[in-house]
């Protein structure tokens, strides 16, 4: 369970909007990795040594990934160009990012993406 998480988290870390078609193809994938986490998260991490298994409190709970990680994951490998810059720069000072869904963060890249 721990390696099958932790592939998980390196997938969404390796993942760039170039290696896709689009920012649809993009935001699916990282949606399907965290869905994916997610479904994982909340079980009990088994104990990893005899000594944490003596502890009954050796015993953890894999949190589920908050929205506002899954927005990290969508706007960390955005490229840095010029098309895409003032965008993110925009997108980490507005007010309303506080506040976002993942799914308004995609809609935002995709009007992006569009005008591009």
């Known amino acids: 369970m721990k390696l099958h998480i932790f592939e998980i988290r390196e997938d969404l870390w390796s993942i760039k909007l170039q290696d896709c078609a689009d920012v649809d193809n993009y935001a699916s994938w990282i949606d399907r990795n965290v869905k994916d986490y997610n479904l994982c998260a909340g079980l009990t991490v088994p104990p990893t040594t005899d000594t944490d298994a003596a502890d009954t409190d050796s015993a953890r709970m894999i949190t589920k990934m908050s929205e506002k990680e899954h927005i990290v994951h969508l706007l960390h490998w ?3 160009n ?11 000072h507005k007010p309303a990012m506080m506040t976002a869904t ?5 809609t935002n890249l995709i009007e992006k993406q569009r005008a591009i």
């Open 78 to 80: 955005i490229p840095r």
């Open 82 to 92: 010029n098309d895409w810059k003032l965008f993110l720069e925009l997108m980490k």
């Open 102 to 106: 993942p799914d308004e963060i995609v």
